[in-house]
């Protein structure tokens, strides 16, 4: 079975690696391709590292014809413009896969407080499931419309939902951001000009608020537990990838080893999550769809390293993933990405 499909949104860092996945997933017959940047040209034309690979003519989100046939919408639109086009494709009956944050919280309060505006379409936010693949995979299958989730909630909650599913740690947890460049997207903006963020490595403080409460969001859907986070990213001069080290005080001890065990058991059946013995680095997961763990213990904090790349589990190879569970396809089809070395 092919699934007739369209992406709203290749510009991007995001939109065009979902394009390079998608063209040569074996399920996939890419029917639309948006751009308002490059629209009348094919799209490996405007994107000449996909040379071979697709020449569907690129057009404006707003040319899509209503009878335009298609299964699958994936929109990588800027978050307050993406739940537009969603709301317009679901009620036609398309299954839609949201990579912006606009559908991440399911309650309108948890929006607003995250986002500082009230949601646009809050009856979207019940409908969207949360597409955080390994923890929400049965909500996932079948499910009309995915949300997304984000790249540094990705990288904290598969870190740290197990741990506090198994023990109680007292109430504050630490994370400690190091993000690359990519996670800020495409848009030319002064902080990302080559001669003012080379070999710089500058703080971006607690990030944005949505980061955060998309995080305890999961925490307490999936744990049933309520902490304070204090949330910082720093920005370090690497083109893909975030490290997210998180520090937890435990109410009794525990060991590296037993808490790699817990890990390994915990994520046994999923092909994406690597248990490691030594704390990753952010290289070794480079144009994978893998997150990688790895454990210490310092001065009674147990230490909890994950690092993904942000276009890849954190964004379009879990939009992949996502996609695989809700339509019954084995959940790697399309992600088997050997990470990128050196």
Do not use: W
């Not at 739940?83 to 009620?91: N, T, Y």
């Not at 248990?275 to 230490?303: K, Q, T, W």
């Amino acid at each position: 079975m092919k699934l007739k499909t369209a992406i709203l949104g290749v510009t991007g860092y995001v939109g065009q690696q979902l394009l390079s996945l998608l063209a040569r997933h074996p399920n996939i017959d890419l029917r639309v391709l948006t751009s308002e940047k490059f629209s009348g040209r094919r799209a490996d034309e405007a994107f000449p590292h996909l040379l071979g690979y697709s020449d569907i003519i690129l057009s404006p989100v707003s040319k899509i014809r209503d009878s335009e046939p298609l299964d699958l919408l994936f929109s990588c639109l800027p978050g307050g413009t993406s739940s537009v086009f969603v709301r317009k494709f679901l009620e036609k009956g398309v299954r839609v896969i949201d990579l912006s944050s606009d559908l991440r919280f399911s309650d309108p309060a948890d929006y607003s407080q995250a986002h500082g505006v009230a949601p646009r379409f809050p009856e979207l936010l019940s409908q969207a499931v949360y597409g955080l693949s390994e923890l929400n995979r049965e909500r996932i299958k079948n499910a009309p419309l995915i949300a997304n989730a984000g790249c540094y909630s990705t990288c904290v909650s598969l870190a740290i939902v197990p741990f506090l599913k198994e023990y109680e740690v007292e109430n504050d947890i630490i994370v400690d951001i190091k993000s690359s460049f990519s996670t800020s997207g495409r848009a030319p903006k002064p902080e990302s000009h080559y001669t003012e963020v080379k070999e710089d490595v500058s703080a971006r403080g607690a990030g944005g608020d949505d980061q955060k409460h998309e995080i305890l969001r999961v925490l307490d859907d999936f744990c049933g537990v309520k902490k304070k986070l204090l949330f910082f990213n720093t920005r370090i001069p690497v083109k893909r990838g975030i490290m997210a080290t998180s520090y937890l005080r435990l109410r009794s001890e525990t060991s590296p080893d037993e808490v790699r065990e817990l890990y390994a058991g915990f994520y046994r059946d999923d092909a994406f999550v690597r248990v490691c013995d030594e704390p990753p680095g952010m290289a070794s997961v480079s144009g994978s769809n893998y997150i990688s763990l790895g454990f210490c213990e310092r001065e009674g904090h147990f230490v909890i390293v994950s690092v993904l790349d942000n276009l890849m589990k954190g964004a379009a190879g879990q939009a992949v993933q996502n996609m695989n569970i809700a339509f019954g396809f084995s959940e790697d089809t399309g992600l088997g990405q050997v990470p990128l070395f050196p």
